[in-house]
């Protein structure tokens, strides 16, 4: 069965920064673009970086940009979202996912992706 895990989250002050991890098990992210998304209390899911299956291509929202940092190591079946200077707007469950796209650019949209971890929660406040 393909599967994903978050881990990674935690409580973290404002300035502060939080490394996600996201493990493949049941199959082989080589071919898979892999997205992290985020729904805050109340709001709606929303993209925030993903990565082409080749590590070519990263997008990253704009409230992001500059402050996380998405990356993959296919050896060890996992991608990774480094999360700097978070503020407390970034307080939100995180999840993973990831779409089967062998050579294309990744796509930052829920619907792109079809395979969904069940996600890690991130706290940011002092």
């Known amino acids: 069965q393909l599967q994903l895990v978050e881990s990674g989250g935690g409580l973290v002050q404002p300035g502060g920064s939080l490394r996600l991890s996201c493990a493949a098990s049941?199959?082989?992210?080589?071919?898979?673009?892999i997205g992290w998304f985020r729904q805050a209390p109340g709001k709606e899911r929303e993209g925030v970086s993903c990565i082409s299956s080749s590590g070519g291509n990263t997008n990253y929202a704009d409230s992001v940009k500059g402050r996380f940092t998405i990356s993959r190591d296919n050896a060890k079946n996992t991608v990774y979202l480094q999360m700097n200077s978070l503020k407390p707007e970034d307080r939100a469950v995180y999840y993973c996912?990831?779409?089967?796209?062998?050579?294309?650019?990744?796509?930052?949209?829920?619907?792109?992706?079809?395979?969904w971890g069940q996600g890690a929660l991130v706290s940011v406040s002092s």
């Open positions: 049941g199959f082989r992210l080589n071919y898979y673009a």
């Open positions: 996912a990831a779409d089967w796209n062998p050579s294309g650019n990744c796509v930052l949209s829920v619907t792109a992706f079809s395979s």
